[in-house]
């Protein structure tokens, strides 16, 4: 069955009457926009990626209820602005479809955008991602709670699906080879992290402005798909992938004010950036129409952080970043 299909029967399954279905998006799940008769908004995903390099675990049913468990939780402790999971006739948060699963939420009106536009729109994004990661520390998941990790096998996982297109001719051998020296590096650092309550649990894992829906300048967080286990710091990361490195030490100070930072903040940073570009890539190696751009990307990426990093230099506020 097409999406759209898949999508119909699943919703037969929930208690709305259906006025509208249009499809929004494909990446990770089919997601789409439905409208019901009292003109409440909804977010249907069905969990069919179109990534060939996924893996697994982000489409098991156990995976996606935890997430909508973890949604369900922010929504009842916190003020933030969130998607509200759905469940089914059944008293579930999965709806199966065949073999295929699918999840509803409410949709959560703001605008989105590709980059970020304004220091009020970045203040906020710290500030909200401290929300989330002070909730994070206090909350404590339940026993049949499951979702990846960020850690060493990931991220060698990326280093290792990355030989191949060496081999192929689409990327340059010199350039994998920088990625790997700055991945291991990566890895031994983030090998000797601590985990406690103030460092690592559960996070958004995926805080860049196409996920971010911005009312008046306060950004409320969206997609909770890419959530997961690892350093607070993560979260951090992946927003600088968007971000300046003039704008990071004072995106770092509003961050800050509201959750404690470690001392080595900045080297956690550095290590945690690269293992998520790294990451990055492994998800567009699955993509086919990555060929048009992965290789110039990592060219760049090998001549400026990874570059540099594996060098032992610092690259947190300073330089030229890849996507420029």
């Known amino acids: 069955m097409d999406n759209v299909i898949i999508a119909q029967h699943a919703l037969t399954q929930y208690d709305i009457n259906v006025v509208s279905v249009s499809p929004v998006a494909q990446s990770g799940a089919a997601v789409f926009k439905i409208e019901d008769n009292c003109g409440l908004l909804y977010s249907l995903r069905v969990h069919k990626s179109k990534i060939s390099t996924l893996e697994k675990i982000w489409t098991r049913s156990d995976a996606l209820d935890s997430e909508l468990v973890w949604l369900d939780a922010l929504n009842r ?13 059944q008293g579930s948060y999965v709806t199966q479809v065949d073999d295929i699963n699918c999840t509803m939420l409410s949709w959560v009106e703001g605008e989105q955008k590709q980059y970020f536009t304004s220091e009020q729109e970045l203040k906020s994004t710290a500030e909200m991602t401290a929300a989330l990661h002070h909730h994070a520390s206090k909350w404590q998941p339940p026993s049949s709670f499951i979702r990846p990790t960020v850690n060493r096998a990931r ?30 590096k990566a890895m031994v650092l983030l090998d000797t992290l601590p985990k406690n309550k103030l460092t690592w649990g559960v996070l958004h894992g995926d805080i860049v402005p196409p996920n971010i829906v ?16 690892g350093p607070f710091l993560t979260d951090l990361a992946i927003t600088f992938t968007f971000i300046h490195p003039n704008a990071r030490q004072q995106y770092i100070d509003w961050y800050g004010k509201h959750f404690p930072l470690p001392n080595d903040y900045v080297a956690q940073i550095e290590a945690l950036f690269i293992s998520l570009v790294l990451i990055g890539m492994r998800n ?18 090998a001549s400026r952080e990874f570059g540099r990093y594996a060098n032992g230099e610092g690259f947190l506020f300073t330089g030229t970043p890849c996507w420029e």
């Open 284 to 301: 567009a190696l699955g993509i086919p129409e990555s060929n048009n751009w992965l290789p110039t990307h990592v060219k760049k990426c």
């Open 77 to 89: 402790d916190t003020s933030l602005t969130l998607p509200v999971p759905k469940r089914n006739k």
């Open 214 to 229: 911005f009312v008046d300048g306060v950004a409320n967080p969206i997609d909770f798909g890419a959530c997961g286990f």
């Open 155 to 184: 991220i060698q996982n990326a280093l290792d699906l990355l030989k191949q297109p060496v081999r192929e001719g689409l990327l340059d051998a010199h350039d994998v080879q920088i990625l790997e020296a700055a991945g291991e």
